[in-house]
Protein backbone atom coordinates (compact mmCIF):
# COMPACT_ATOMS: atom_id res chain seq x y z
CA UNK A 1 0.00 0.00 0.00
CA UNK A 2 2.78 2.60 0.60
CA UNK A 3 4.85 1.35 -2.30
CA UNK A 4 7.52 -0.97 -0.77
CA UNK A 5 7.66 -4.42 -0.37
CA UNK A 6 10.39 -6.72 1.09
CA UNK A 7 10.81 -10.68 0.08
CA UNK A 8 10.70 -12.83 1.69
CA UNK A 9 8.52 -12.57 4.16
CA UNK A 10 9.93 -15.84 5.87
CA UNK A 11 13.06 -17.80 5.72
CA UNK A 12 15.06 -20.07 7.44
CA UNK A 13 18.37 -20.95 6.38
CA UNK A 14 21.15 -23.30 7.92
CA UNK A 15 24.24 -21.72 9.42
CA UNK A 16 27.11 -21.13 6.93
CA UNK A 17 24.92 -20.24 3.56
CA UNK A 18 24.37 -16.83 2.28
CA UNK A 19 21.25 -14.72 2.06
CA UNK A 20 20.15 -12.60 0.20
CA UNK A 21 17.11 -10.23 1.42
CA UNK A 22 15.46 -7.60 -1.24
CA UNK A 23 13.25 -4.35 -0.85
CA UNK A 24 11.52 -2.83 -3.60
CA UNK A 25 10.18 0.49 -3.84
CA UNK A 26 7.77 2.54 -5.91
CA UNK A 27 8.09 5.72 -4.51
CA UNK A 28 11.07 6.86 -6.55
CA UNK A 29 12.74 7.50 -3.30
CA UNK A 30 16.55 8.68 -2.57
CA UNK A 31 16.86 6.84 0.74
CA UNK A 32 16.81 3.61 1.64
CA UNK A 33 17.92 1.78 4.83
CA UNK A 34 18.06 -1.64 6.45
CA UNK A 35 17.46 -2.29 9.87
CA UNK A 36 17.34 -4.80 12.32
CA UNK A 37 14.82 -5.45 15.30
CA UNK A 38 16.01 -7.69 18.17
CA UNK A 39 13.97 -7.60 21.84
CA UNK A 40 15.49 -5.07 23.94
CA UNK A 41 17.49 -3.34 21.71
CA UNK A 42 15.10 -1.45 19.36
CA UNK A 43 15.84 -0.73 15.61
CA UNK A 44 19.53 -0.83 14.49
CA UNK A 45 20.78 0.37 11.04
CA UNK A 46 22.96 -2.31 9.31
CA UNK A 47 23.33 -0.36 6.22
CA UNK A 48 21.91 2.53 4.18
CA UNK A 49 21.92 4.04 0.67
CA UNK A 50 21.33 7.86 -0.13
CA UNK A 51 21.34 6.83 -4.08
CA UNK A 52 22.54 4.33 -6.59
CA UNK A 53 25.32 2.57 -5.90
CA UNK A 54 25.90 5.16 -2.84
CA UNK A 55 25.96 2.98 -0.06
CA UNK A 56 27.03 3.17 3.61
CA UNK A 57 27.42 1.15 6.91
CA UNK A 58 25.09 1.20 9.96
CA UNK A 59 25.88 0.58 13.63
CA UNK A 60 26.10 -3.05 13.30
CA UNK A 61 26.84 -3.92 9.34
CA UNK A 62 29.73 -6.56 10.63
CA UNK A 63 28.73 -9.82 8.15
CA UNK A 64 26.20 -7.85 6.10
CA UNK A 65 26.77 -6.22 2.88
CA UNK A 66 24.59 -4.36 0.30
CA UNK A 67 23.90 -3.71 -3.41
CA UNK A 68 21.68 -0.76 -4.99
CA UNK A 69 22.28 -0.81 -8.80
CA UNK A 70 18.53 0.92 -9.66
CA UNK A 71 16.42 3.45 -7.19
CA UNK A 72 14.08 0.78 -6.62
CA UNK A 73 16.03 -1.94 -5.42
CA UNK A 74 18.27 -2.44 -2.24
CA UNK A 75 19.44 -5.96 -1.41
CA UNK A 76 20.80 -7.45 1.87
CA UNK A 77 22.76 -9.45 1.58
CA UNK A 78 24.38 -12.47 4.73
CA UNK A 79 27.70 -13.81 3.52
CA UNK A 80 27.82 -16.66 5.34
CA UNK A 81 24.72 -16.59 7.37
CA UNK A 82 25.22 -17.31 11.65
CA UNK A 83 22.45 -17.79 14.61
CA UNK A 84 23.23 -14.14 15.57
CA UNK A 85 22.02 -12.55 12.42
CA UNK A 86 18.54 -14.81 13.52
CA UNK A 87 16.47 -11.05 13.79
CA UNK A 88 13.31 -9.19 11.89
CA UNK A 89 14.64 -7.48 8.80
CA UNK A 90 12.87 -3.97 7.91
CA UNK A 91 13.90 -2.11 5.06
CA UNK A 92 12.89 1.51 5.08
CA UNK A 93 12.43 4.28 2.58
CA UNK A 94 12.75 8.44 3.19
CA UNK A 95 12.60 11.28 0.11
CA UNK A 96 13.35 14.41 2.82
CA UNK A 97 14.43 13.84 5.90
CA UNK A 98 11.40 15.67 7.56
CA UNK A 99 9.46 13.42 6.43
CA UNK A 100 10.21 10.54 8.44
CA UNK A 101 10.47 7.07 7.04
CA UNK A 102 7.79 4.65 5.03
CA UNK A 103 8.89 0.75 5.94
CA UNK A 104 8.27 -2.40 4.71
CA UNK A 105 6.62 -5.09 6.44
CA UNK A 106 9.89 -6.75 7.49
CA UNK A 107 11.57 -10.48 6.96
CA UNK A 108 11.47 -12.87 9.42
CA UNK A 109 14.44 -15.09 9.26
CA UNK A 110 15.76 -17.59 11.35
CA UNK A 111 19.42 -19.25 10.92
CA UNK A 112 19.86 -22.49 12.28
CA UNK B 1 26.88 11.15 19.07
CA UNK B 2 22.83 11.16 18.92
CA UNK B 3 21.08 8.72 21.19
CA UNK B 4 17.56 7.82 22.29
CA UNK B 5 16.46 6.40 25.43
CA UNK B 6 12.89 5.17 26.14
CA UNK B 7 13.10 4.29 30.27
CA UNK B 8 9.94 2.73 30.23
CA UNK B 9 10.17 -1.13 28.74
CA UNK B 10 6.57 -2.18 29.00
CA UNK B 11 3.63 0.08 30.42
CA UNK B 12 0.02 -1.36 31.09
CA UNK B 13 -3.18 0.87 31.58
CA UNK B 14 -6.09 0.45 31.79
CA UNK B 15 -8.92 1.13 28.52
CA UNK B 16 -10.04 4.61 29.20
CA UNK B 17 -7.27 5.98 31.01
CA UNK B 18 -4.55 8.63 30.31
CA UNK B 19 -1.44 7.22 28.40
CA UNK B 20 2.36 8.97 28.62
CA UNK B 21 5.37 7.32 27.43
CA UNK B 22 8.49 8.65 27.52
CA UNK B 23 11.41 9.67 25.54
CA UNK B 24 14.81 11.33 26.07
CA UNK B 25 17.62 12.58 23.56
CA UNK B 26 20.94 13.12 23.13
CA UNK B 27 21.91 15.53 20.81
CA UNK B 28 23.89 19.06 20.37
CA UNK B 29 21.03 20.78 18.97
CA UNK B 30 17.61 20.28 18.28
CA UNK B 31 16.99 17.13 16.33
CA UNK B 32 14.23 16.58 14.43
CA UNK B 33 12.18 13.95 16.63
CA UNK B 34 9.72 11.23 15.35
CA UNK B 35 7.43 8.47 17.45
CA UNK B 36 6.47 5.22 15.47
CA UNK B 37 4.12 2.73 16.08
CA UNK B 38 4.43 -1.22 15.90
CA UNK B 39 1.18 -3.65 16.03
CA UNK B 40 2.02 -6.90 16.83
CA UNK B 41 3.12 -8.46 13.81
CA UNK B 42 3.27 -5.84 11.47
CA UNK B 43 5.99 -3.08 10.45
CA UNK B 44 6.41 0.79 11.49
CA UNK B 45 3.76 3.35 11.14
CA UNK B 46 4.38 6.83 11.65
CA UNK B 47 2.69 8.44 14.85
CA UNK B 48 3.58 11.79 14.61
CA UNK B 49 6.49 14.26 14.29
CA UNK B 50 8.52 17.07 15.01
CA UNK B 51 11.07 19.57 13.22
CA UNK B 52 10.27 23.21 13.98
CA UNK B 53 7.45 25.57 15.40
CA UNK B 54 5.18 24.28 17.75
CA UNK B 55 6.09 22.04 20.73
CA UNK B 56 3.08 20.30 20.86
CA UNK B 57 2.07 18.45 18.07
CA UNK B 58 -0.74 16.15 17.11
CA UNK B 59 -0.42 13.03 15.45
CA UNK B 60 -2.80 10.24 14.08
CA UNK B 61 -5.32 8.08 16.39
CA UNK B 62 -5.38 10.91 19.23
CA UNK B 63 -1.78 10.76 19.63
CA UNK B 64 0.09 13.98 20.63
CA UNK B 65 3.89 14.31 21.57
CA UNK B 66 5.40 17.60 23.15
CA UNK B 67 8.93 18.82 22.41
CA UNK B 68 10.75 20.23 25.58
CA UNK B 69 14.50 21.53 24.68
CA UNK B 70 15.19 22.17 28.41
CA UNK B 71 14.34 18.24 29.53
CA UNK B 72 15.82 16.52 25.99
CA UNK B 73 12.30 14.95 25.91
CA UNK B 74 9.70 14.36 23.43
CA UNK B 75 6.88 12.24 25.65
CA UNK B 76 4.39 10.57 23.65
CA UNK B 77 0.55 11.21 25.16
CA UNK B 78 -2.90 10.20 24.86
CA UNK B 79 -6.07 11.24 27.05
CA UNK B 80 -7.95 8.24 26.40
CA UNK B 81 -6.42 4.68 25.43
CA UNK B 82 -8.07 1.92 23.71
CA UNK B 83 -7.49 -1.96 23.94
CA UNK B 84 -6.34 -0.97 19.98
CA UNK B 85 -3.93 0.79 21.12
CA UNK B 86 -1.61 -1.88 22.45
CA UNK B 87 1.77 -1.83 20.62
CA UNK B 88 4.70 -1.45 20.66
CA UNK B 89 5.81 2.09 20.43
CA UNK B 90 9.41 3.70 19.20
CA UNK B 91 10.93 7.18 19.16
CA UNK B 92 13.30 8.12 17.06
CA UNK B 93 15.68 11.15 16.41
CA UNK B 94 17.57 12.49 13.54
CA UNK B 95 20.09 14.89 13.40
CA UNK B 96 19.31 18.29 10.95
CA UNK B 97 22.85 18.78 9.63
CA UNK B 98 22.48 15.13 8.38
CA UNK B 99 22.56 14.18 4.28
CA UNK B 100 21.99 10.97 5.21
CA UNK B 101 18.52 10.75 6.84
CA UNK B 102 19.70 8.25 9.21
CA UNK B 103 17.33 8.10 11.96
CA UNK B 104 18.31 6.55 15.30
CA UNK B 105 15.73 4.54 17.27
CA UNK B 106 14.89 3.81 21.03
CA UNK B 107 14.70 0.35 22.70
CA UNK B 108 11.04 0.43 22.53
CA UNK B 109 7.92 1.09 24.87
CA UNK B 110 5.38 -2.27 24.76
CA UNK B 111 1.52 -1.39 25.84
CA UNK B 112 -0.83 -3.42 27.28
CA UNK B 113 -3.80 -2.45 27.61
CA UNK B 114 -6.49 -3.55 30.55
CA UNK B 115 -10.24 -4.07 29.74
Known amino acids: DAGITQSPRHKVTETGTPVTLRCHQT?????MYWYRQDPGHGLRLIHY???????DKGEVSDGYSVSRSKTEDFLLTLESATSSQTSVYFC???????????FGSGTRLTVV | AQSVTQPDIHITVSEGASLELRCNYSYGATPYLFWYVQSPGQGLQLLLKYFSGDTLVQGIKGFEAEFKRSQSSFNLRKPSVHWSDAAEYFCAVGARASNTGKLIFGQGTTLQVKP
Open chain 1, 49 to 55: SYGVKDT
Open chain 1, 92 to 102: AISERQIDGYT
Open chain 1, 27 to 31: ENHRY
